[in-house]
């Protein structure tokens, strides 16, 4: 069966009369009556009452037609979601690492939602090394991650966000200043096999502490920033995770100059999406230049 048909029963409907709707669809009458006829003889049932002139709906003839409708919009839609241009159009799958979600998701999907009419993307969470193992076997469209110096095979990125590290702890034990504090207390510490993990610990390397001074390893930040708030310990973050959970009771430390964290956004090399990074970098800072 093919959809002009039932487009075109659809706009006769509409228009009331086999001569108007020739007329309109720039048909001669009798083709157009034909084509009705042999769409009848497809359904197996009478779409009009020829008795009468102009021919009629019959009460089956309605109740296709309103069915035609459905087809005749989702033809539209199909044709509209296929027509080639340089917007990004479908549906998406994009992976966020769990400590930059709740930072970048929002500002994302407002600007998605206000400017990509015709896309879609669904989301999932995770570590950084996974998220891009994901998007290099194209289980994920892109992915935003913390960058390291690992291996970026296949794989196009581009930076979002740079991020300064601190050092932080309960006032009332960092009264004595950093070095008292790195040299006394415990040190919670992000999974060293996270991308930020990673930095943190390039970060402490040269940082002297006793060796018997205790390190806790935490997957969490909630976890960390709750053991830190607790006066329990110190931790070295990215600066807006220790702004997002602290409070008035809370110190910050410089971190050694130039430890940062780099969101990046990272795309299959070669993939549509990595054809159009830019489109969807403008997403989360429209001011990022490709």
């Known amino acids: 069966m093919q959809v002009r048909a039932l487009r075109n029963l659809v706009r006769t409907a509409k228009v009331g009369s086999f001569l108007g709707a020739s007329e309109q669809l720039n048909m001669t009458l009798p083709a157009l009556s034909m084509q009705m006829k042999a769409l009848e003889a497809e359904l197996g049932v009478q ?3 020829r008795s009468v002139r102009p021919p009629r709906l019959t009460a089956i003839g309605r109740a296709v037609v309103d069915k035609a409708i459905d087809v005749v ?3 539209d839609a199909l044709l509209e979601l296929c027509v080639p241009d340089d917007d990004l159009v ?3 799958r994009v992976g966020f690492v769990t400590t930059a979600a709740a930072r970048l998701l929002p500002d994302f999907l407002k600007n998605t ?3 990509m009419k015709r896309a879609t993307f669904v989301f999932e969470t995770g570590l950084s090394k996974s998220l891009q193992d994901r998007v290099r076997t194209g289980n994920l469209d892109a992915a935003v991650v913390t960058g390291t110096k690992g291996n970026l095979h296949e794989l196009s990125q581009i930076e979002l966000r740079r991020e300064p590290f601190v050092f932080t702890s309960h006032s009332s034990i960092a009264g004595d200043g950093l070095k008292p504090l790195i040299a006394r207390h415990s040190f919670f510490h992000f999974m060293p096999q996270t991308g930020i993990g ?3 610990a390039d970060a402490m390397k040269p940082i002297e502490r006793p060796e018997n001074a205790p390190t806790v390893m935490l997957d969490n930040l909630e976890a960390i920033m709750g053991c830190v708030k607790a006066g329990l310990g110190f931790t070295l973050l990215p600066a807006p ?3 997002r959970y602290a409070d008035g009771d809370l110190v910050e430390f410089a971190a050694p100059a130039g430890i940062h964290r780099s969101l990046m956004l990272v795309t299959r090399m070669g993939d ?4 159009r990074l830019d489109l969807l970098t403008a997403q989360f800072d429209p001011n990022i230049a490709v």
Do not use: S, Y
């Open 47 to 49: 779409l009009f009452d």
């Open 73 to 75: 919009a989702r033809e």
């Open 90 to 92: 479908g549906k998406f």
């Open 113 to 115: 939602q206000a400017g």
């Open 198 to 200: 990673q930095l943190i």
């Open 241 to 243: 995770d220790v702004k």
């Open 272 to 275: 549509f999406v990595g054809r």
